[in-house]
């Protein structure tokens, strides 16, 4: 986890960016537990498995909070924190939410910069309005 709570490409993380350059996201599953766990998680708590395995999830998530961050140079980006329809919560930017709130159904798309790497934002999901 670095300073803004965004997942950064480190050896460790090299499959979660690999996946968001081909639209799909990325995250880790412990296969004898069938549990699956945020892109930075370092291990199972419940076995204790040090490796996990990546997979890809749905992209589906719930909107849990959210912060607006102020980067350097930048326009303020709305910072979020989602429950993966799988399961876990992870950190990810908003894109296009003029109206957080909690609950919100969100959608996985990807960003593919010119510079720097091609990452997830988290849109909300029309298709399960009213569900
Ligand atoms: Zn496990």
Same mark, same amino acid.
């Given at each position: ?13 090299? #499959? +979660? +960016?690999?996946?968001?350059?081909? %639209? ?63 399961? &876990? ?10 109206? #957080?709130?909690?609950?919100? &159904?969100?959608?996985?798309? +990807?960003?593919? #910069? %010119? ?6 934002? +988290?849109?909300?999901?029309?298709? %399960?309005?009213?569900?």
């Amino acid at each position: 986890m670095n300073v803004d709570g965004v997942v950064r490409r480190d050896a460790r993380s090299g #499959p +979660f +960016f690999d996946g968001a350059a081909r %639209d799909r996201l990325m995250i880790r599953r412990c296969a004898p537990c069938d549990r699956w766990y945020a892109p930075d998680a370092g291990g199972c708590p419940e076995c204790g498995a040090e490796e996990l395995d990546w997979a890809e999830a749905s992209g589906r998530a719930v909107l849990v909070s959210w912060a607006v961050a102020h980067l350097r140079g930048g326009d303020p980006a709305p910072l979020a924190l989602v429950e993966l329809a799988e399961g &876990p919560w992870m950190y990810g930017r908003l894109h296009g939410v003029t109206a #957080p709130r909690e609950g919100l &159904p969100l959608r996985a798309r +990807f960003v593919h #910069p %010119d510079e720097g790497e091609s990452h997830p934002v +988290f849109e909300e999901d029309r298709e %399960d309005r009213g569900l």
